[in-house]
């Protein structure tokens, strides 16, 4: 064999090497991930179930309002004051509005401590959406660190292992969708909020679990002149850190000043609407912008949710909030 026939027998030899070194390699690579949802920019919830009972049949009441927004927020007590027949409805206008459907769920609660038992309790009602076509995309938890931590008065410790093993549960059942953590400030401080995100994603890395998409702050800030606690640069600082940890931050929009207009004879759906607008000045004024906004009452205001167009409603604010603020 000549020189020049060696040096091509030993290319070709080289050349499949490779390639079956490269297949094999290719082979042992784990599935295709999950098509994960994206984390929408607004998202709402209705301020009682008659309000979204009314937006839903009246949805040419709010057409500018729903434009800005890409997820609506549910929780258990939605469904259950709707039929099977209300929830077909539903379903079907929330896609023809082309929003998102996600849910506000217990992580740990009083009548779930594990994480195991908490998934397992909830997944009925979860399975009734999904079998009328409604497609979960985010999971919200319900303040876990919050409720093991300050009402139960269990180590943190617990809360890491019981929520990591709902995330775990959650994840196998629902590959595609967004789980996330909401918890309080300034109840926890910022070291509390930076120490529980670590930990929590340090546990779920060693479970070979995705951790956590998005990080949401339930922000009493009113308590930040009556009582001088918190701040809004230390909101900021914990969104940077999820941020650093590629975690999504997500805040909630409320009127918390709501108990001090009530006590002052003042309260009304104004209340509402000039407390959403103060809390995204607030924030606005760091320079920081959460990736997601979160307009969601519970405190049953404003009482008229329609039109979008007037009146203080809760569409109104929605559409206001979304021309000001929403970047």
């Known amino acids: ?32 991930a999950p098509d ?37 927020l549910f929780v258990e007590g939605t469904f259950k004051a709707f039929t099977d027949q209300e929830l077909d409805n539903l379903i079907r206008k929330m896609k023809a509005w082309n929003i998102s459907l996600g849910l506000e769920v217990g992580g740990i609660k009083e009548w779930c401590r594990l994480g ?6 909830q997944k009925g009602w979860w399975d009734r959406v999904t079998k009328h076509g409604g497609e979960i995309r985010s999971f919200a938890m319900d303040e876990p660190r919050h409720k ?46 930076v120490k529980w995100i670590d930990r929590l994603e340090r546990r779920l890395q060693e479970k070979g679990v995705r951790g956590l998409d998005f990080y949401r702050l339930d922000v009493n800030w009113v308590v930040f002149q009556t009582e001088h606690k918190g701040a809004w640069a230390d909101i900021k600082a914990i969104e940077e ?16 000043d709501f108990p001090l207009e009530k006590a002052a004879g003042r309260l009304s759906d104004k209340t509402w609407y000039d407390g959403i607008m103060k809390e995204g000045a607030g924030y ?34 929605v559409r206001d909030f979304s021309r000001r603020f929403v970047r």
């Open 116 to 121: 195991q038992e908490c998934f397992a309790k």
């Open 36 to 72: 994960i949802a994206p984390l929408k920019k607004l998202e709402m919830n209705a301020p009682s179930n008659q309000a979204l009972k009314q937006m839903i049949a009246n949805d040419d009441l709010w057409t500018t309002a729903r434009s800005s927004v890409g997820s609506f």
């Open 241 to 256: 850190h999820c941020h650093a940890r590629k975690i999504k931050f997500s805040l909630i929009y409320w009127a918390s």
């Open 284 to 317: 606005a004024a760091t320079g920081a912008a959460p990736d997601q906004y979160v307009i969601e009452s519970w405190i049953g205001l404003p009482k008229q949710a329609l039109p979008d167009s007037g009146g203080y409603t809760f569409t109104q604010s």
């Open 1 to 32: 064999m000549s020189d020049e026939s060696r040096i091509c027998a030993i290319t070709r030899c080289a050349a499949m090497a490779l390639w079956i070194c490269l297949t094999s390699v290719a082979a042992a690579q784990p599935a295709t």
């Open 148 to 193: 093991v931590v300050v009402d139960l008065h269990l180590p943190e410790e617990y809360a890491v292992e019981q929520v990591a093993q709902f995330i775990q549960e959650v994840r196998a059942a629902y590959p595609q969708a967004l789980v996330g953590d909401v918890e309080t400030y300034p109840t926890q401080l910022t070291a509390d909020h």
